[in-house]
């Protein structure tokens, strides 16, 4: 059993969103080629799900600015532009992702206190989602992780995932994926190599 795990493919995160990641919206025409041709038996995708109030907001922190460093619950933490609010345009999937064939949908960062970047738990490693178990019980031996951004949500995920789902094949699709930095998705990179993260392109899971 094979899955395709989605991150945070929502407007948000594209062009013309709230936290734009460079070229985003590239990823979603080869993430529809993955879901139509991958030979997926699984498909779940991350949404990233504030409340309007979220600490990782630099507008809950007075003073402070996007892109600067702040903390939350005790922890460093990088405050982003207000994004992906709940139940707003920037937090739905990008308009052309075929959402039709995910067979389920993670929601985070929900709780206000803490920032969640992996779609599995929270930054503090305490809270989980249910998305483990939802793939546990699938009984699935390879996960391949993409999507935005690879240098936070995408790396977390793929990363957690190695540690969640022990007995998993995780790999990581580096052209179904953009990074807000590019030395932060090279680090990002090294990083989940380090791990045992495959880092595979969208050919080579066509060709199999
Ligand atoms: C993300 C920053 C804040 C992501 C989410 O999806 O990579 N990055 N929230
Ligand atoms: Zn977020």
């Not at 979603?28 to 879901?35: D, G, K, T, W």
């Not at 504030?50 to 003073?63: D, I, K, L, R, V």
């Not at 990179?189 to 066509?206: L, N, P």
Request: proline content about 6%.
């Amino acid at each position: 059993m094979k899955a395709l795990l989605l991150v945070d493919i929502q407007n948000g995160f594209c062009p013309g969103g709230n936290l734009p990641v460079p070229d985003g919206d590239e990823v979603v025409a080869v993430v529809n080629r993955l879901i139509e041709e991958g030979g997926y038996d699984v498909i779940v995708a991350s949404q990233d799900w504030h409340p309007a109030n979220h600490g990782s907001f630099a507008s809950q922190h007075p003073g402070r600015r996007p892109f600067e460093m702040g903390k939350l619950c005790g922890q460093p933490q990088m405050l982003w532009p207000d994004h992906c609010v709940q139940g707003t345009p920037d937090a739905e999937f990008h308009a052309d992702l075929n959402t039709g064939e995910i067979d389920y949908i993670q929601q985070k960062g929900e709780n206000p206190a803490i920032d969640s970047y992996s779609a599995f738990r929270d930054n503090d490693k305490a809270a989980v989602t249910a998305l483990a178990g939802y793939l546990r019980a699938q009984g699935i031996k390879e996960l391949d992780v993409c999507g935005l951004a690879t240098d936070y949500c995408v790396k977390f995920s793929a990363l957690d995932a190695v540690d969640m789902l022990p007995g998993v094949q995780i790999c990581f699709i580096e052209d179904a994926s953009r990074g807000i930095e590019p030395e932060g998705v090279r680090a990002a990179i090294d990083e989940m190599r380090a791990k045992g993260v495959g880092v595979v392109r969208s050919e080579q899971i066509f060709k199999d």
